[in-house]
T-cell receptor, first 117, second 111 residues
Framework: GAVVSQHPSWVICKSGTSVKIECRSL??????MFWYRQFPKQSLMLMAT?????????EQGVEKDKFLINHASLTLSTLTVTSAHPEDSSFYIC?????????????FGPGTRLTVL | DAKTTQPPSMDCAEGRAANLPCNHS???????VYWYRQIHSQGPQYIIH???NNETNEMASLIITEDRKSSTLILPHATLRDTAVYYC????????????FGKGTRLHILP
């Protein structure tokens, strides 16, 4: 299957700093990517849809000014957590659906664990 | 609103078949049943999907009832590596559409 990578796999930062997480589709192009957040013992919560060349679409309750998304190319989307606070500590996961009719599923990255001190 | 209902947890002995149920009584005619699983601290992994016929691949089998209101994912010979949270999702078969995850079933494989 197609491969999606994330970088970094984990990050620890101080409160008030910003953290950038990258999501890359390694062997296919993705005009759309999705960002999820997952707290311990909970399910994945969709945060936003990243659209190549246009603004991201955020789910209700997600602060777009805090979670900046940039989808500058067909293989890269970035999520920047601005002015991070301890409550932003979570597991962030991206997914990318390959284009074309041969795929009906999405492929997920391995996740990035963010810890804000 | 949750479109699927799954038991929160299940146990299965290693080497036995694991049968994970899912209820989706409000499924629409053009919606498929998808299964993903998430091993601890990893991203979700696609397992299988189907519309109305039973499906089988190298990972699992999917049995969908004739009225399509429920389905069962079968892992034929469960191993310890199958310990994960299994998510049953109903959605149209367009890979570009967003996926909304429910709470899933936490499957424990017992040695």
């Amino acid at each position: 299957g197609a491969v999606v990578s994330q970088h970094p796999s984990w990050v620890i930062c101080k409160s008030g700093t910003s953290v950038k997480i990258e999501c890359r589709s390694l062997d296919f192009q993705a005009t759309t990517m999705f960002w999820y957040r997952q707290f311990p013992k909970q399910s994945l919560m969709l945060m936003a849809t990243s659209n190549e060349g246009s603004k991201a679409t955020y789910e209700q309750g997600v602060e777009k000014d805090k979670f900046l998304i940039n989808h500058a190319s067909l293989t890269l989307s970035t999520l920047t957590v601005t002015s991070a606070h301890p409550e932003d500590s979570s597991f962030y996961i991206c997914s990318a659906p390959p284009g074309g009719s041969s795929y009906n599923e999405q492929f997920f990255g391995p996740g990035t664990r963010l810890t804000v001190l | 609103d949750a479109k699927t209902t799954q038991p929160p947890s299940m146990d299965c002995a290693e080497g036995r078949a694991a049968n994970l149920p899912c209820n989706h009584s409000t499924i629409s005619g053009n919606e498929y049943v998808y299964w993903y699983r998430q091993i601890h601290s990893q991203g979700p992994q696609y397992i299988i999907h189907g519309l109305k016929n039973n499906e089988t691949n190298e990972m699992a089998s999917l049995i969908i009832t004739e009225d399509r209101k429920s389905s069962t994912l079968i892992l034929p010979h469960a191993t310890l590596r199958d310990t994960a949270v299994y998510y049953c999702i109903v959605r149209v078969a367009r890979s570009g559409d967003k996926i909304i995850f429910g709470k899933g079933t936490r499957l424990h494989i017992l040695p």
